[in-house]
């Protein structure tokens, strides 16, 4: 615990986790799924949490507080989410895999610094700054204005999903999503640059170039942050892991995991 969480501790709420376990025991780390504002664990229960135990890893997926099934927190930052992401990977058996998504990818990298994870996993990271709003307000100035002063920014289903995937599913994913606190929104304004992880584990950056939330030139930029290129998936949206082709990503994330030492 850092100093100000002494001084001015995170709210204690409810967490939500979901998991999948393998149906034959393996000798391999479990896989925390964190997921970006607005969403919830149901967003990595769709696909991903079940596949990954198919494969053999122990599968977890976390609702930050005032998302999905987790307690609300309307004065929620960026530093209470690290303290649930950190909270829930301490309480596993093992040394786990953080893999994010989103604003999640930004909350996984800061819980790096104080969880000494086996390995994570930055896919479609949203690292703030003003790129990132103006490239929203462009492409969606009603949705996203109000955000700017406090209110629900509010995104189409056209920027977080390919046109492959279904028009009725991508609405049902889109509907899903839920309210962030004003002060987390503000936080996004500004990049964020997390600190170096401790423990040195291995990163890898996942995304799309087609993605209309994260530019290719951010993508670039939290890539190499940690020394490497993104892991690239062509026509896909934002939301890898409800988009059609979900299982390329996740196929490539567990064969990443596979070959480490």
């Known amino acids: 615990m850092r100093s100000d969480e002494w001084a001015d501790p995170p709210k204690p709420v409810q967490r939500e986790v979901l998991t999948e376990q393998p149906d034959t025991p393996q000798d391999r780390p479990p896989v925390l799924f964190v997921p970006g504002y607005g969403h919830g664990a149901w967003a990595f229960a769709q696909h991903w949490l079940e596949h990954t135990a198919r494969r053999g890893f122990p ?28 909270q829930v990977a301490a309480g596993l058996p093992k040394r786990a895999v953080l893999v994010g998504h989103g604003a999640g990818a930004l909350v996984v990298a800061m819980a790096l ?17 003003m790129g990132t709003a103006l490239g929203l307000l462009r492409r969606n100035p009603a949705g996203t204005l109000p ?17 492959t995937l279904p028009a009725k599913e991508a609405q049902s994913y889109t509907v899903r999503l839920q309210r ?45 942050r940690y020394g490497g290129s993104p ?24 064969d990443w995991l596979e070959k480490l030492p």
Request: zero cysteines; proline letters at 9%.
């Open 231 to 254: 892991l690239l998936f062509p026509g896909m949206g934002h939301d890898l892991m409800l988009d059609a082709r979900w299982q390329e990503p996740i196929d490539a994330i567990l």
């Open 113 to 129: 610094a104080r969880y000494p994870a086996r390995a994570g996993v930055l896919t479609a990271p949203v690292f703030g700054g």
């Open 59 to 86: 599968a977890s997926a976390m609702s930050l507080r005032g998302h999905g099934g987790s307690g609300a927190d309307p004065d929620a930052r960026l530093r209470d989410y690290v303290h649930d992401v950190t």
């Open 180 to 224: 962030v606190p004003a002060g987390t929104q503000r936080q996004l304004i500004r990049r964020q640059e997390p600190e170096t992880p401790v423990g040195a584990p291995p990163v890898l950056v996942a995304g799309s170039p087609d993605d209309r939330i994260v530019s290719a030139s951010a993508l670039e930029w939290v890539a190499r």
């Open 147 to 163: 955000g700017l002063f406090g209110g629900r920014v509010s995104l189409r289903p056209a920027q977080l999903f390919s046109r």
